[in-house]
Nanobody, 130 residues
Framework: VQLQESGPGLVEPSQTLSLTCTVSGGSITTDFYYWHWIRQAPGKAMEWVGYITKSGSTFVNPSLKSRAALSRDTSKNQFTLQLTSVTPEDTAKYYC???????????????????????WGQGTQVNVSS
């Protein structure tokens, strides 16, 4: 399975960031696969943004309040992240990742253990600046 992030490298404050993760070598509707967005700001630990299940259910980090939304396009085997009202604090490298588990992940993930994720995209840098 391969994951590839795409999106703008620069977003102006207050605008909406849209990122897409294109999955190849596997289907986003496969049982036991959970599709995550994770980000890492400079000098900070990785932060879980959210995940989407094979059936399209979504879970988002409460710290992002109502700004983050995940969706998917099964015909393109893609899942997306939209983050509204961005600020410079949203500057980070954004990764999509997949975790294979027969157990439903918790609704909120408070820390990232890299080894628990089976596949990672290479990451895409997003800078929020005017």
């Amino acid at each position: 399975v391969q994951l590839q992030e795409s999106g703008p490298g620069l977003v102006e404050p207050s605008q909406t960031l849209s990122l897409t993760c294109t999955v190849s070598g596997g289907s986003i509707t496969t049982d036991f696969y959970y599709w995550h967005w994770i980000r890492q700001a400079p000098g900070k630990a990785m932060e879980w943004v959210g995940y989407i299940t094979k059936s399209g259910s979504t879970f988002v980090n409460p710290s992002l309040k109502s700004r983050a939304a995940l969706s998917r396009d099964t015909s393109k085997n893609q899942f997306t992240l939209q983050l509204t009202s961005v600020t410079p604090e949203d500057t980070a490298k954004y990764y999509c990742a997949s975790r294979i588990t027969p157990f439903t992940p918790p609704a909120v993930i408070t820390s990232i253990r890299v080894h628990e994720y089976d596949y990672w995209g290479q990451g895409t840098q997003v800078n929020v600046s005017s």
